[in-house]
């Protein structure tokens, strides 16, 4: 039994924890919001550290410490790695869908609902200006949100609007500045950063479209029957 652990179990762990290393750390975007597979490694790796310490106290079992945690090790890394898939390939629905017309709207509710209550000073609704003070309401609850204080703002934790801005900024600002290509960014939900971003997606989207024609599969598909051509070549 001992050598059956130290000739399969052991080989085939290094293996694999040596497998998903190699993958996580190539899940790393500079500059992004999405959580990096180097940073999941880093904090993995302590776990490591356990098995000289049972070891040191524990005499006699060194091969079973020693395979019990690098298999421990070896689930948590797929663990979080399937985590990571997850976000990696469903950040996008995370981006706010949302025009400089809904905040303005957000904006008038939210001074009508004030007037009934007597607090307050309501604007004219008319011209730019009352768009960018929408604007800039709309960025303090969302950074409040963030901040988890939104408590001081009169009560808005529950607003939906506020909770997928708040959500998806940090993703929106950044495919933004993938876009910008390194000039000035927008000021957040105004009504160059909402033209900016949907370009930005949509650049995204035919890119994803790109790599979904060059896929595996559809490589296959459409090359299978040169293939079998050529296999059958070879046979006659």
């Given at each position: 039994m001992?050598?059956?652990?130290?000739?399969?179990?052991?080989?085939?762990?290094k293996?694999?924890?040596?497998m998903?290393?190699?993958?996580?750390?190539?899940?790393?975007?500079?500059?992004?919001?999405?959580?990096?597979?180097?940073?999941?490694l880093?904090?993995?790796?302590?776990?490591?550290?356990?098995?000289?310490?049972?070891?040191?106290?524990?005499?006699?079992?060194?091969l079973?410490?020693?395979?019990?945690?690098?298999?421990?090790?070896l689930?948590?890394?797929?663990?979080?790695?399937?985590?990571?898939?997850?976000q990696?390939?469903?950040?996008a629905?995370?981006?706010?869908?949302?025009?400089?017309?809904?905040?303005?709207?957000?904006?008038q509710?939210?001074?009508?609902?004030?007037?009934?209550?007597?607090?307050?000073?309501?604007?004219?609704?008319?011209?730019?200006?009352?768009?960018?003070?929408?604007?800039?309401?709309?960025?303090?609850?969302?950074?409040?949100?963030?901040?988890?204080?939104?408590r001081?703002f009169?009560?808005?934790?529950?607003?939906?609007l506020?909770?997928?801005?708040?959500?998806?900024?940090?993703?929106?600002n950044?495919?933004?500045?993938?876009?910008?290509n390194?000039a000035?960014?927008?000021?957040?939900?105004?009504n160059?950063?909402?033209?900016q971003?949907?370009?930005?997606?949509?650049?995204?989207?035919?890119l994803?479209?790109?790599?979904?024609?060059?896929?595996?599969?559809?490589l296959?598909?459409?090359?299978?029957?040169?293939?079998?051509?050529?296999?059958?070549?070879?046979?006659?």
């Open positions: 001992f050598n059956v652990q130290r000739r399969l179990g052991s080989p085939l762990l293996c694999g924890i040596l998903m290393i190699g993958i996580m750390s190539t899940m790393h975007f500079s500059g992004s919001p999405l959580t990096s597979g180097r940073v999941v880093w904090r993995t790796f302590p776990v490591l550290a356990i098995s000289p310490l049972l070891s040191t106290f524990i005499n006699g079992y060194d079973p410490i020693y395979i019990s945690v690098m298999a421990t090790f689930m948590l890394l797929l663990v979080q790695y399937w985590v990571l898939c997850r990696w390939s469903t950040w629905r995370l981006i706010p869908k949302m025009t400089e017309s809904d905040i303005t709207g957000w904006y509710k939210r001074l009508g609902s004030q007037a009934e209550k007597g607090v307050g000073h309501v604007p004219d609704e008319e011209g730019q200006d009352f768009k960018e003070i929408a604007r800039l309401v709309f960025c303090a609850e969302v950074h409040a949100f963030n901040r988890r204080k939104v001081a009169s009560g808005y934790a529950r607003d939906q506020v909770a997928t801005a708040a959500k998806g900024i940090l993703l929106a950044w495919v933004v500045g993938k876009g910008a390194g000035q960014l927008p000021e957040p939900f105004s160059t950063w909402f033209v971003l949907d370009l930005a997606m949509k650049s995204q989207q035919q994803v479209r790109g790599l979904k024609e060059h896929s595996a599969f559809f296959f598909r459409y090359a299978k029957y040169d293939v079998s051509a050529i296999h059958n070549r070879t046979d006659d």
